[in-house]
């Protein structure tokens, strides 16, 4: 069992810039593939970004590529979403989720094993 919890998520001007931090607990964190998703208001949950195990794949959503960047720390099992030029279409709920392994088909909700909780993360106009 891995539990993920979430933080950094606030309120900024559009511009601006966030990082999301995911903690997760377990001792083979290295072998998770992570996954960044996104929730707004009335809408379905969607991909953000991806990760392999040891970092060496990265993936980005369309809509987010030039501006976030997804990387680990696999010494203090945590995922981090640093997000620049923040728009507020970019306003949703955001969870990490881990992939206990297989083929790593990082962008399906359903191919995720542990979900967080979410951070709320706010774009003002």
């Known amino acids: 069992q891995v539990q993920l919890v979430e933080s950094g998520g606030g309120l900024v001007q559009a511009g601006g810039s966030l990082r999301l931090s995911c903690a997760a607990s377990?001792?083979?964190?290295?072998?998770?593939?992570m996954g960044w998703f996104r929730e707004a208001p009335g809408k379905e949950r969607e991909f953000v970004a991806a990760?392999?195990?040891?970092?060496?794949?990265?993936h980005y959503a369309e809509s987010v590529k030039g501006r976030f960047t997804i990387s680990r720390d696999n010494a203090k099992n945590t995922v981090y979403l640093q997000m620049n030029s923040l728009k507020p279409e970019d306003t949703a709920v955001y969870y990490c989720?881990?992939?206990?392994?297989?083929?790593?088909?990082?962008?399906?909700?359903?191919?995720?094993?542990?979900w967080g909780q979410g951070t709320q993360v706010t774009v003002s106009s």
């Open positions: 989720a881990a992939d206990r392994g297989g083929p790593f088909n990082y962008a399906l909700l359903a191919d995720y094993d542990y």
């Open positions: 377990g001792r083979t964190f290295s072998s998770y593939g």
């Open positions: 990760i392999s195990g040891r970092g060496g794949s990265v």
